[in-house]
């Protein structure tokens, strides 16, 4: 019976398939829905691996590493500078006034126009009195901020004769470029008349072009010996990071510089072909190669931004400005006192040093100005570094090796005013938060603990 019922059950199933596919369409059952339940959904926790760290508790550990005495004597250092800018102000204008009261400057210039009448000679030949006058003149405070207090604070290297065959290329230098540059000056106050300072810029501007060609390979080894650093894993770096960063240089030069004293320092320096990389003997035996490199990106920095074009612009502004406020400071000048000194015109060269103490005047009231234009290149070549080096904290150790003649950490307004680079502060922070935006880094990442 039970195998009976199945063989109905089946009939009757085909049947009623039969029977719906017979069916019209529009009297088939239409699909159903299958059956769904909600799912929930959730967001699964996003697990960061970075490395902890924090730009300015690193820049405080840094920072502490230099104290007590040696914090002391540093913060002294650099701020005794400030007060010295102010005396070598009133030194100059003091040897000025005694030139032009005792009419000792006059007395010059007669002399000259008494053996040449070229007006060209006769601005040589006063020339040839005025630099070792001033020079002889100011030699108590050069001798005291250059020899004496350099050894006060442990500075300086070089014996008192060292020293003074140093003054004494300093001085060569200065009146041989006093020679040149004084007649075509005074040439060109003769033609020009009332419009002379614009002139007079302008070729104060082709000097600082021609100074920054010549330097590196006529003026800076007058002074330290130069010879091409041997060749070393260090070396190559050198020249790697050089090609990388398209500064066109075939050698590293090693320069005695530890003939002067022990501050660390290096250059990328030359204008039109004369680029040139200067390691200073002293970083490399107190710096680590990974220092050397991160104080050399820096240098490189200031060579592929265009700084020494950059400032020349920038300061060919600020010697327009110097000049046409050293025309206004002359002339007002002369009017009260021009009769008394008996000098009654631009032209005279017995005039140079009210010249030199308007310029003088003008340079020290510019004082944050160049020094603000100066240390916002100073800054975009230590981001250069840091991105091209990659070495945060090589860089941070090299700037607290600065310390030893640079306050670490001034006042707001003092960096502003005094300081031609960032300070130690200012330049450690940014090497920490160069740090904390590539933290993640695997060059980076493993020296998060770091300092």
Do not use: C
Request: proline share 5%.
């Amino acid at each position: 019976m039970t195998f009976i019922r199945l063989i109905a059950v089946f009939l009757l199933l085909a049947i009623a398939q039969a029977m719906a596919q017979d069916a019209p369409l529009d009297q088939q059952l239409p699909p159903r829905a299958a059956p769904t339940r909600h799912v929930q959904v959730g967001q699964l926790p996003t697990m960061d691996t970075t490395p902890a760290f924090d730009p300015g508790q690193a820049t405080a550990r840094y920072l502490a590493k230099v104290n007590g005495a040696a914090r002391a004597r540093s913060d002294a250092y650099f701020e005794g500078g400030y007060w010295l800018k102010l005396v070598d102000l009133l030194y100059a204008l003091a040897v000025a006034a005694a030139l032009l009261w005792s009419q000792a400057s006059l007395r010059i210039q007669e002399w000259a126009e008494a053996r040449t009448h070229s007006r060209s000679g006769q601005v040589m030949l006063y020339a040839a009195f005025y630099v070792p006058i001033v020079t002889v003149a100011t030699l108590p405070l050069t001798l005291y901020e250059g020899f004496f207090r350099e050894h006060a604070y442990g500075l300086s290297n070089q014996s008192f004769l060292q020293w003074l065959g140093d003054f004494g290329i300093d001085f060569a230098v200065n009146f041989v470029a006093a020679l040149i540059f004084l007649p075509l000056l005074y040439a060109a106050i003769r033609r020009a008349g009332e419009a002379w300072w614009i002139w007079g810029a302008g070729l104060a501007i082709a000097f600082n072009i021609v100074a920054a060609v010549i330097w590196p390979v006529f003026v800076a080894p007058l002074y330290n010996h130069y010879s091409p650093l041997p060749d070393s894993p260090l070396k190559a770096q050198i020249l790697s990071l050089a090609r990388a960063n398209d500064v066109p240089a075939s050698n590293v030069w090693l320069v005695d510089a530890s003939r002067q004293s022990n501050r660390v320092s290096a250059n990328v320096s030359g204008f039109l072909g004369t680029a040139r990389i200067s390691l200073n003997d002293n970083l490399l035996k107190q710096g680590t190669s990974d220092e050397v490199l991160s104080a050399l990106g820096h240098e490189m920095g200031h060579y592929v931004m265009g700084h020494v074009t950059r400032d020349i612009l920038m300061f060919g502004l600020v010697i327009i400005l110097g000049f046409a406020f050293t025309n206004w400071g002359y002339l007002l000048m002369l009017e009260f006192f021009g009769g008394q000194w008996q000098v009654r015109k631009v032209s005279e060269v017995a005039g140079l040093p009210l010249l030199v103490a308007m310029a003088s005047i003008f340079m020290f009231l510019a004082t944050p100005l160049t020094n603000s234009i100066t240390r916002t290149a100073e800054q975009q070549a230590d981001i250069f570094g840091l991105d091209a080096v990659r070495k945060p904290d090589a860089f941070a150790t090299t700037i607290l090796k600065l310390s030893t003649y640079r306050k670490l950490e001034p006042g707001k307004w003092e960096e502003m005013i005094f300081y031609d680079h960032p300070s130690g502060r200012t330049r450690i922070e940014t090497a920490m938060r160069w740090k904390k935006e590539h933290i993640a880094d695997p060059d980076i990442r493993d020296t998060a603990k770091l300092p």
